[in-house]
Every structure is written in C-alpha cells, then in structure tokens.
C-alpha cells in the first residue's frame, strides 16, 4: 500500500510534554506544591538558615518567647499609649492562641 504524504510533511518525531505547556506561562512551576521564599539579598544564606538552622515556625517561636519574656519585666504601671497597649495585649493573644495549637498538635513520647 503506498503511503502518502503531504508537502513538508516527512517524518515528525516530537516529544510534547503537557506539564511544560501548562506552567511555562506562570514561570516555570513544575511541582504540584512550590513555595516561593519571597525577595532575599542574599537567598543562599537565607536557604542555608532554614535547611541548617531552623525553619520560620521556630524562628518566630524563639522571638515570641523572648519577648514574653521582656514584656514579663514591663511595669504593670507602666504609662503606654493606648496603640501600644494595644499591641501588647494583641501580641499576648496570638501568643496563647499559638500556644494551644503547640498543645493541640503535641506527639506522645515514644518511651518514658
């Protein structure tokens, strides 16, 4: 049986990748989760912190902490604008609030 071909047409191999056609316009995203770490000058140092160091959940726990610690030593009388009380009292509460979710999320321990 003769094969027939149109003009220009000759053999095509072609791989086509529908993964590269979808998130090419959007950047070059190819995992189904990618978290962008936002705008560093220096992202290698940046990237080695949080691989080697502690992450931003930690890093920001040990912050908290230590500035319950401080506002601990804050006079109860001290004279504060409203804003700043304010803010204290709202730092509070998002520090208990992320206090009973450490709690919630708590692992038992493996051995006593």
């Not at 220096?42 to 959940?57: I, R």
């Amino acid at each position: 049986m003769p094969m027939f071909k149109l003009p220009l047409s000759g053999d095509v191999a072609q791989t086509i990748n529908p993964w590269r056609f979808a998130f090419d316009p959007i950047g070059g995203q190819y995992g189904l989760v990618n978290i962008t770490l936002g705008q560093s000058s220096a992202p290698e140092v940046e990237a080695d912190v949080l691989s080697d160091v502690a992450g931003y959940g930690k890093q920001l726990g040990r912050i908290g902490d230590a500035l319950l610690v401080l506002l601990k030593y804050l006079p109860r009388d001290a004279d504060l604008a409203p804003e700043d009380a304010a803010a204290i009292a709202a730092l509070h509460a998002m520090l208990a609030d992320i206090e009973k979710v450490k709690k919630r999320h708590a692992r038992r321990r493996a051995h006593k």
